[in-house]
């Protein structure tokens, strides 16, 4: 039973242009989500979070916006660089549990 | 200097054979994981410890056994191996458990022929 959800398994944009990520979320109880990078041979690296508190958070070229009504989440990346190019994973989890839940992850591929 | 680190990387055995795989980290966290990547790509977890104490697992079959000899050591040992064990293994830790980014390690991929 995923109650992470990325529907899009694959994403191509080119570079200097915005990516947007999308994830879906099931499950009321998570409150924390995050965003993972992975490169392959690889493990994931963590790359932005957001609290439930919260509606977006920023840094750098990379931003979360999270709606809590819709229990969607995205991941905008702007502008768009070839080092960007990997699989990009969005996972949660609720105060009480220590585990993440992942998504099944999105594919970047930036266009020179 | 390496944050989490396994061993081996790659590990290829035949059915019915007993592993093991190692991990360490040495970012001074409190708590490990153990995630299974499947062919599917899915990230799951498989077991957690906190301060050496064993806080998640999965319904992951009992011929997989973690061992926490210490806070920053986490193994993950496995018998009588089975060719649906092939998969990506990954280590993670993180500073205490909800709310708290976790750190991979590379990965270990297992071949079961």
């Known amino acids: 039973d995923q109650q992470v959800k990325q529907n899009s398994p694959s994403l191509s944009v080119q570079e200097g242009r915005i990516s947007i990520l999308n994830c879906d979320y099931t499950n009321s109880m998570f409150d924390y989500f995050l965003w993972y990078k992975k490169y392959p041979a690889e493990g994931p690296t963590f790359l932005i979070s957001i609290s439930s508190i919260k509606d977006k958070n920023e840094d750098g070229r990379f931003t979360v916006f999270l709606n809590k009504s819709a229990k969607h989440l995205s991941l905008h990346i702007v502008p768009s660089q070839p080092g960007d190019s990997a699989v990009y994973f969005c996972a949660a989890s609720a105060i009480y549990d220590y585990k993440l839940s992942f998504g099944a992850g999105t594919t970047v591929t930036v266009r020179a | 200097d390496t944050a989490v680190s396994q061993t081996p990387k790659y590990l290829v055995t035949q059915m019915g054979n007993d592993k093991s795989i190692k991990c360490e980290q040495n970012l001074g966290h409190d708590t490990m994981y153990w995630y299974k990547q499947d062919s599917k790509k899915f990230l799951k977890i498989m077991f957690s410890?906190?301060?050496?104490?064993?806080?998640i697992n999965e319904t992951v079959p009992n011929r997989f056994s973690p061992k926490s000899p210490d806070k920053a050591h986490l193994n993950l040992h496995i018998n009588s191996l089975e060719l649906g064990d092939s998969a990506v293994y990954f280590c993670?830790?993180?500073?205490?458990?909800?709310?708290?980014?976790?750190?991979f390690g590379p990965g270990t991929r297992l071949t079961v022929t």
């Open positions: 993670a830790s993180s500073q205490r458990g909800a709310g708290y980014e976790q750190y």
């Open positions: 410890y906190n301060n050496k104490e064993l806080i």
